[in-house]
């Protein structure tokens, strides 16, 4: 079994930058892969980005330049740094780990940008 917890959503205005963490415990490989989406306003969930074991990042074209994954092996914490957040990144995001055992995802943390 696998826990993802995620943390660091808020309420910003367009322009500011949030870092979101993605915790995990349980029975997990380090280093750690995890991708992350996100569910906006209407409903759809929709890929954001991933890093690989091997530390391979991608990332949804709407969010290259803005976002960056990264990877703390020793906290077994994927991060997702978001810089110039705009209102159409508005929605709950949630990771996901994908492992021989199944897929896990965690509870989501709340991400509005308004101005």
């Known amino acids: 079994q696998v826990q993802l917890v995620e943390s660091g959503g808020g309420l910003v205005q367009p322009g500011e930058s949030l870092r979101l963490a993605c915790a995990a415990s349980?029975?997990?490989?380090?280093?750690?892969?995890v991708a992350w989406y996100r569910r906006g306003v209407d409903k759809t969930r929709e890929w954001v980005g991933g890093?690989?074991?091997?530390?391979?990042?991608d990332y949804e074209d709407s969010v290259k330049g803005r976002f960056t994954i990264s990877r703390d092996n020793a906290k077994n914490t994927i991060y997702l740094q978001m810089n110039n957040l705009k209102p159409e990144d508005t929605g709950v995001y949630y990771c996901?780990?994908?492992?021989?055992?199944?897929?896990?995802w965690g509870q989501g943390t709340q991400v509005t940008v308004s101005s």
């Open positions: 349980g029975v997990i490989t380090i280093p750690l892969s």
């Open positions: 996901r780990h994908t492992s021989d055992d199944g897929v896990y």
């Open positions: 890093i690989t074991t091997g530390g391979t990042t």
